[in-house]
């Protein structure tokens, strides 16, 4: 659930959840001066959460892509208790800290892990029967939910730079799957029976991804609202996610997933079960390295520099689809890619605008936008 759940921005999995504003700093622990050069180095910082991103996506896409997987409760549920176990591990050794359980907090709180495990969910599935590279182009199509969500709901501006970069994002999605429907006939036939079933499969992505997209906006609108009442920094928020999210999970695998000992065998055959289960436990521990990194990059950095960074990190992470997995190479498959990728350079540039001239009006109690957080997240995703 990590991951993928990364937040979006909004990445989205659950190391990323609930990222609204920029992360706190780590503990500082006393540094000798060889050591204090490396830790406040900004390259190290922002090339960690560019490889933290990178992992996540692709472990969960490395379990998700295999043909017979159907477990998709049971792999959130796995990642989520993994990260609990690093998180708590940290905490114990006081190289983080976070609020202890509370019931009420808990029932505050509920809600918003209900809409995750919605946004992830949904996430899985897409990531199932998508490429890496369409499904990081189609993530950019939340940022123009929550933009319009803010509008509606906290008095938020759409500025002209950032409705262009929206049309970039839209266009951006168009060519991805044109591209991929455009492969799919072009090596299977038009009239061909595996063309067709090929064809199913984009479909079928395609509206997960369409209904992730409004489970992601619904996720980070909500949770705005929601942590007035809690006031959760970067780590709390990631300790209930995951907490409150297990026994969901774990009833929602047992009732609505297959348990039989023929489709265990075929989720994890013999041959790679060992390599799936070390990619379950490596995606869980990723939520763990992204939030760090996160912290880490905006400490040593800015929080302009981190959502640039965000940006600039679609690129990576969608050619690590074609690199890692059999993606398209095609004209067009690297058109979509090219224009999602300006597209999030502009949205961040017009973001960094937009705050910078909130720096010299004398605006009292201005909300800080959630959009402009949901650079980050397909950007783990």
Known sequence: M???????DYTIDMGEKGRLDSPPPPPRPAHTPSTAAVVNNPIFPILSYCASSILMTVTNKFVLSGLDFNLNFFLLCVQSVVCIIAIQTCKTFGWITYRDFNSDEAKKWFPISLLLIGMIYTSTKALQFLSIPVYTIFKNLTIILIAYGEVLWFGGVVTGMALFSFGLMVLSSIIAAWADIRHALDNYGHLNTEAAAKISTLNAGYVWMMINCFCSAAYVLGMRKRIKLTNFADFDTMFYNNLLSIPILLICSILMENWSSE????????????????????????????????????????????????????????????????????????SAIAVGFVSGMVYALAKVKQSAKKVGLPVSNAPMSASSQSVRDGLKS
Request: aromatic share 12%; hydrophobic share 45%; with cysteine.
């Open 2 to 8: 990590s991951d993928d759940k990364k937040r979006d």
């Open 263 to 334: 489709n265990v065998g075929k989720n994890f055959p013999i041959d790679q079960r060992n390599n799936l289960i070390i990619a379950m436990v490596f995606s869980g521990l990723s939520s763990v390295f992204i939030s760090y990194t996160s912290a880490w990059c905006v400490r040593v950095t800015s929080s302009t520099t981190y959502s640039m960074v965000g940006a600039l990190n679609k690129l990576p992470i969608a050619l690590s689809g074609l690199i890692f997995f059999d993606a398209p190479v095609t004209f067009p498959s690297v």
